[in-house]
């Protein structure tokens, strides 16, 4: 657990961008053997958006960001740092932090993806928060991304009725600047829990060959029951000594901004924590699972809507792949 001291670090502007096709149960339906009533009871899903033939992960960086700078009031130019959390980037390399770098023209930015499933936007701003209050940066991009309707196999209904495209984006600078002020994060990972979602093929492990192919190996592969069991487990007695080490009692925090994976999940955390529902904001049922994306997504949508209030806590906390998990405190 860090709490951040030196220069603080604060969210000065947030951003989202959706592409334009809308999938609903109703389609998946058509396509594979589910109904909308088994996706909203397991999962709360309704609809997802999905990126058009020719959208890469770096279009949506790009719209996400360009409305994150606008609503932070800082210039391309003035960054120092993009980081952008993504598991499906356009190309392995090069990142799609560094063509975001191009487009935006941000001259003075050094760039590199974060790749640490659903947690890596959050990781993303841990990083540029410590950078931030150290001094070593004064604004960092941070970036979700993700087209992952592209990696999924759309004839397995244990993933694709799960995932959409999209990606949230924030500006961040010292504390100084007012916004969302980082009161502390804390990271961690369980590796050796490295197999329940995966993605095998193409790279030096699973060199592509026909026998990837036939084997899936190049599509999203989750044990979607022990992820749930791994979370449900894990991450209530994680978010507890964490605000417990922040000093914070669970009512103390207005928001609940969770990764976007599962009602079920964020329902369980509020359960255990004596939580109303009205505390977790949620936009699952519109997005699905957007990946490192959700959270960003998640936060934009409670700030830009006006319901965070000055004074409010928020606590964001994701997991994914890896696997990985993390909590990260603003206070507005
Ligand atoms: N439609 C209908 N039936 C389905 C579907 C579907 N889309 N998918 C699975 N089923 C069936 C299964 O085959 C199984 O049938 P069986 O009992 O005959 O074998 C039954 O439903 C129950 O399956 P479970 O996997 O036990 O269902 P569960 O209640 O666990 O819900 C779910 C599945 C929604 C995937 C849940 O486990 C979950 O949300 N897990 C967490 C996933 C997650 O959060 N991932 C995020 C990380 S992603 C990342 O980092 C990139």
Redesign the pocket.
């Known amino acids: 657990m860090s709490k951040l001291g030196g220069f603080g670090a604060t969210v000065m502007g947030t951003g989202m961008a959706i592409p334009g096709r809308v999938v609903t149960n109703q389609d998946?339906e058509r396509m594979?053997?589910?109904?909308d009533q088994?996706?909203v009871e397991?999962?709360g899903i309704r609809t997802r958006y999905v990126a058009e033939e020719g959208v890469l992960t770096t279009d949506l960086a790009e719209a996400a960001s360009r409305e994150a700078l606008r609503n932070a009031g800082v210039a391309p130019e003035d960054l120092d740092l993009i980081l952008v959390g993504t598991?499906s980037p356009d190309t392995l390399f090069p990142a799609v932090a560094a063509k975001l770098q191009g487009r935006l023209g941000a001259v003075r930015a050094g760039a590199a993806d974060v790749q640490s499933?659903?947690?890596g936007s959050l990781y993303a701003m841990a990083m540029a928060a410590g950078g931030i209050a150290s001094g070593a940066f004064r604004h960092v991009l941070v970036v979700g991304a993700e087209v992952?309707s592209r990696m999924i196999d759309w004839t397995d209904?244990?993933t694709?009725?799960?995932?959409g495209d999209g990606a949230g984006a924030v500006v961040m600078g010292p504390a100084s600047c007012g916004g969302g002020r980082v009161e502390g994060f804390s990271l961690r990972a369980d590796g050796t829990k490295h197999d329940l979602?995966t993605f095998m093929g193409g790279l030096v492990e699973h060199p592509a060959s026909e026998e990837t192919l036939a084997a899936g190996m190049h599509h999203?592969k989750?044990k979607?029951?022990d992820?749930?069991k791994f979370?449900n487990r894990e991450i209530p007695p994680f978010i507890d000594g964490f605000l417990e080490e922040m000093g914070l009692s669970p009512e103390e925090v207005a928001h609940w901004v969770f990764?976007q994976?599962?009602w079920?999940?964020i329902d369980g955390v509020l359960k255990r924590m004596g939580l109303p529902e009205d505390r977790a904001v949620v936009n699952l049922d519109r997005y699905g699972?957007t990946?490192s994306a959700s959270i960003l997504m998640a936060l934009h949508e409670a700030v830009s809507s006006g319901r965070v209030s000055k004074g409010d806590r928020v606590l964001m906390s994701s997991?994914?792949?890896?696997m990985t998990y993390g909590a990260l405190l603003l206070q507005y």
């Open positions: 998946l594979v053997d589910t109904s088994w996706i397991r999962t598991n499933g659903c947690t992952l209904r244990n694709c009725v799960l995932f979602i999203v989750m979607g029951n992820v749930f979370v990764h994976a599962n079920r999940i699972n990946s997991f994914g792949a890896g």
